[in-house]
């Protein structure tokens, strides 16, 4: 194998790949990357064999072959390296040398066969959208997952697609994020998907504001290609939860604020919580919403803003920070905060199809 390659296109290439290689792989050759080229194209490919990322780019391919070569290491050598272009050549499969400019390489990899192929999609379902969409969709709701959670599927964000709809959902117990986008397919299309949030957030990175993305849907992955760029994962097992159940059916008490003023109060107030007391008081009373939080060792904090509410006092306590989180993923002047009582779960809508569930918390005369 021999190939000549601008040092831009493969760093992008590398670049966009790296993050799948595992630190700890539980098979030596998952820490290289596979590096094939053919027919003027490069393909370059990482896997930790739960996801898998295949990246394409031109290359001027002098005899086709396929190597791996290691990841870490060459990922910090194209880093460092000011050649235009690197030329990259191996006759063993095992042995690779790259030449960049006057600078001389030899890596010794695995041999490619060994490297583990990603699935083929020939049997999926495809689906398609706006990149754009896409990427909204996973902006609203992949921040509401849960990092850690025993509860293993809240790691991962929920697709469910049916009535020719994609609604997402992200949760993690102490908030919910959901939004949907109507889809031009097949209405006999139909099924869930939990898919990890390590690749959800690998997805995310490669959508841009412009042209479709393709799903490709299987009972136990999902797939998304754009951009020369392919991203497959497995699903996680199990079932999501009955997330509809916690959603109020209906709201006593709706009320309009000012997006960044709220920001900008809640975080002001976030700063008299800690990790002990991480509690703000909402109070709303006509005309007003007032915020406050006290700590026996900060102080306290309190601060108010307009509000269209006329009815009798009501007060409800949110952990600020949660409550910010969700308004970070609004992109809105105006939100609406929808309320039954102090025990219940707080609603907030803005002007688009996404939904966010907030948890209260305990109320008392020190918050």
Do not use: W
Request: charged residues 25%; hydrophobic residues 40%.
């Amino acid at each position: 194998m021999k190939f000549v390659v601008p040092k831009e296109t493969l760093s992008k290439l590398i670049t966009n790949i790296q993050n799948i290689v595992s630190h700890k792989p539980t098979i030596p050759i998952l820490s290289n990357f596979l590096i094939e080229a053919s027919d003027g194209e490069l393909t370059v490919t990482a896997t930790d064999l739960t996801v898998g990322i295949r990246c394409q780019g031109e290359a001027k391919v002098e005899q086709e072959g396929a190597i791996t070569l290691p990841a870490k290491r060459f990922f910090q050598l194209t880093k460092e390296l000011t050649a235009p272009s690197l030329e990259i050549k191996s006759s063993d499969g095992e042995l690779s040398e790259v030449v960049a400019g006057s600078s001389h390489f030899k890596f010794r990899g695995m041999h490619h066969k060994d490297f583990p192929s990603l699935p083929d999609l020939n049997a999926a379902t495809a689906v398609k959208m706006s990149q754009k969409d896409l990427k909204e969709m996973i902006f609203r709701t992949a921040f509401a997952a849960s990092r850690e959670d025993s509860r293993y599927v809240l790691t991962g964000i929920l697709l469910k697609i049916e009535n020719k709809r994609a609604l997402f959902v992200g949760a993690d117990g102490k908030r919910l994020a959901e939004a949907f986008i109507e889809l031009e397919i097949d209405a006999d299309i139909k099924g869930e998907y939990i898919i990890p949030l390590k690749a959800v957030e690998e997805i995310y990175k490669s959508l841009s504001e412009k042209d479709e993305a393709t799903l490709f849907l299987m009972p136990d992955k999902v797939a998304v290609e754009v951009n020369k760029t392919l991203i497959v994962t497995k699903l996680l097992s199990g079932a999501y939860p009955d997330f509809k159940r916690i959603i109020p059916d209906k709201l006593d008490t709706s009320v309009s604020l000012h997006r960044e003023e709220l920001i900008s109060l809640l975080r002001q107030v976030s700063l008299f919580t800690d990790e002990e007391n991480q509690s703000a008081r909402f109070l709303l009373a006509k005309g007003a919403l007032e915020l406050k939080a006290n700590n026996a060792t900060i102080g306290e904090g309190q601060v108010s803003m307009p509000a269209n509410y006329e009815k009798e006092p009501f007060a409800i306590a949110f952990n600020p920070n949660i409550f910010l989180d969700v308004l970070r993923h609004s992109r809105s002047e105006v939100i609406q905060l929808g309320l039954n009582d102090p025990f219940n779960p707080g609603v907030i809508t803005d002007e688009s199809t996404a939904r966010f569930v907030i948890m209260p918390m305990r109320l008392n005369d020190a918050s």
